[in-house]
C-alpha cells in the first residue's frame, strides 16, 4: 500500500480542477435543472440562515422597547401627516420613515401643505428616506441622490433606506446593508437605521461607526413581533392613548393591509428568518422591519464579525486540497478503491457535521459570521469530482503524455 503524499502535484491539480468546475458552474448560463438548482442554492444559501430559522430560540431575544412600528399602509399623504402629528405631540425622541416623497401632488395640495406642517413638529429629529441613484461603475459611486420634495425637506434630516443591491434581480437574501454610500462629489450619505440611531443614542452608534465597515452584516432580532407595532386602524381610533412613544423610536413605513398576510410586496424581503431555507414561497419581512432590526443590533451592541473573503476562499482550498490528498490515495490503492464512495462519504459526511458545528457556534456564541458557506459545498462535492478527475481526466493526460514520450 502506498504511503500518502502531503505534497502532491495531482492533488493539486484536483483542486484547481474542483475550483474551475465551481467557477464555471456559478457563471454558466447553461440551463440543466439539477445545475440551476445547485447555482440558486449557492448563491442564495448561507451556513448561518440554518441558525437563524432552525436552531436558534426566538424566545429568548428581547422585546425592544425602544422602538416603534408604526404601519402607513396605503395612506396618502394627508392620512401620513395625521398620524405623524397624532405621534409628534406625544414627545417621541426621533421619527423617521422608509418611504420618499418625490415631487408635489398638483392635485391634492392640502396634503402636501398638511404633511410638511407635521413635518415641522419635529424638525431634525424626523428622518426623511433619500434614494442614491445613478451608480458608476468606474469610480463606484453614485452621481446623485435623490430626495423627498423640498417642503419636506426643508426642516428634517434624511438618510438613504438603499440595500445595497442595485437591481432587484440581483437581490436574493437581505443579510447585510450599506452603512454608507459614497458620492461623485465627495458626500456621504448614512443608513436610515444608522442616522435614526444617532439622534437617539450618539454614544452607542459613533462606537459602531469606530468598527469602520462600509457594509455591515445584520442581526435579526426578528420579526414585527418583537416590536411594538401600531397599525394604521390603530391611530384612527381617537380614544387611543399613546403617551407610551415618548422619548421613544417611532419608524413608519409599509406593511401591507395587515400584519399577518402572505404574499408577495413590493417592499417585502426575504431574509435568514425566513422558515423555508431554499425554494422560499413568500418574502417574510417588510423593509421598515428591517431597518427596525439594524436600529436595534447599533443599540444593543449585537453587531456581527465577518470572517475576511480571503480566509474564507484559503480555508476551502486547504481542505480540499487534503482531501484531494486522501481521495487520490484511495483511488491509487486497489484494496480500498473498491470501497471509494463509502470512505469517501464517510469523511465528507464528518467534515460537514464539523462544519456545521462550528459555524452555529461561533455565530450563536461570539457573533462572528464564520463564512464556511464555500468550504461547505467545497466539501460535498470533492468526493464525486477528485473521482471524476483521477479516474477520467488524469488517465487521459497519463495517456497522451505517455505517447509523446514515445
Known amino acids: 500500500m502506498t504511503k500518502i503524499k502531503l505534497l502532491n502535484r495531482d492533488a493539486l491539480l484536483g483542486t484547481i480542477f474542483v475550483f474551475m468546475f465551481m467557477g464555471l458552474l456559478q457563471a454558466s448560463n447553461v440551463q440543466i435543472e439539477i445545475l440551476n438548482v445547485f447555482e ?3 448563491e442564495n444559501f448561507q451556513l448561518t440562515d440554518i441558525y437563524y430559522s432552525k436552531l436558534r430560540d426566538n424566545s429568548k431575544e428581547h422585546f425592544e422597547k425602544d422602538i416603534v412600528l408604526v404601519n402607513i399602509g396605503t395612506l396618502d399623504r394627508k392620512g401620513i401627516a395625521k398620524q405623524i402629528a397624532r405621534l409628534a405631540a406625544e414627545k417621541p425622541k ?4 422608509d418611504a420618499t416623497f418625490f415631487g408635489p401632488r398638483p392635485k391634492d395640495p392640502a396634503g402636501d401643505f398638511m404633511l410638511a406642517q407635521a413635518l415641522r413638529m419635529m424638525g431634525k429629529s424626523f428622518v426623511m428616506a433619500t434614494s442614491p441613484d445613478k451608480w458608476n461603475p468606474e469610480t463606484s ?3 446623485t441622490l435623490l430626495t423627498s420634495y423640498a417642503p419636506f425637506m426643508a426642516t428634517t434630516d434624511h438618510a438613504h433606506v438603499f440595500t445595497g443591491v442595485l437591481t432587484d434581480e440581483d437581490f436574493t437574501t437581505w443579510r447585510d446593508f450599506p452603512v454608507y454610500v459614497d458620492f461623485k462629489n465627495g458626500e456621504k450619505e448614512y443608513a436610515l437605521a444608522v442616522k435614526i440611531a444617532e439622534k437617539f443614542n450618539p454614544e452607542k452608534t459613533a462606537k459602531f461607526l469606530k468598527r469602520g465597515n462600509q457594509v455591515e452584516p445584520i442581526y435579526f432580532k426578528g420579526n414585527y413581533d418583537k416590536f411594538i407595532k401600531l397599525d394604521v386602524n390603530d391611530l384612527n381610533d381617537p380614544d387611543r392613548d399613546f403617551s407610551f412613544v415618548k422619548d421613544k423610536i ?5 406593511m401591507g393591509d395587515g400584519y399577518t398576510d402572505k404574499h408577495w410586496d413590493d417592499d417585502k424581503f426575504f431574509t435568514p428568518l425566513n422558515s423555508n431555507l431554499v425554494g422560499r414561497g413568500y418574502p417574510d419581512m417588510f423593509g421598515v422591519v428591517v431597518h ?3 436600529i436595534s443590533m447599533i443599540l444593543n451592541e449585537t453587531y456581527i464579525d465577518m470572517m475576511s473573503d480571503w480566509v474564507s476562499y484559503f480555508l476551502a482550498f486547504i481542505v480540499c486540497y487534503f482531501n484531494a490528498v486522501i ?3 484511495i483511488v491509487e490503492n486497489h484494496k480500498l478503491a473498491v470501497w471509494y464512495n463509502a470512505i469517501t462519504k464517510s ?3 464528518v467534515e460537514a457535521l464539523i462544519i456545521l458545528s462550528m459555524t452555529m457556534l461561533l455565530f450563536g456564541s461570539f457573533s462572528y459570521h464564520a463564512n464556511f458557506t464555500l468550504l461547505f459545498f467545497v466539501i460535498l462535492l470533492s468526493g464525486d ?3 471524476i478527475f483521477s479516474e477520467i481526466l488524469l488517465r487521459l493526460f497519463r495517456g497522451i503524455r505517455n505517447r509523446w514520450k514515445k
Open 292 to 294: 427596525a432590526n439594524i
Open 40 to 42: 440558486q442554492v449557492f
Open 94 to 97: 426621533v421619527m423617521g420613515i
Open 141 to 143: 459611486k453614485f452621481d
Open 347 to 349: 469523511i465528507q459526511l
Open 385 to 387: 469530482l477528485i473521482e
Open 327 to 329: 481521495f487520490m490515495w
Open 250 to 254: 417611532i419608524l413608519m413605513g409599509y
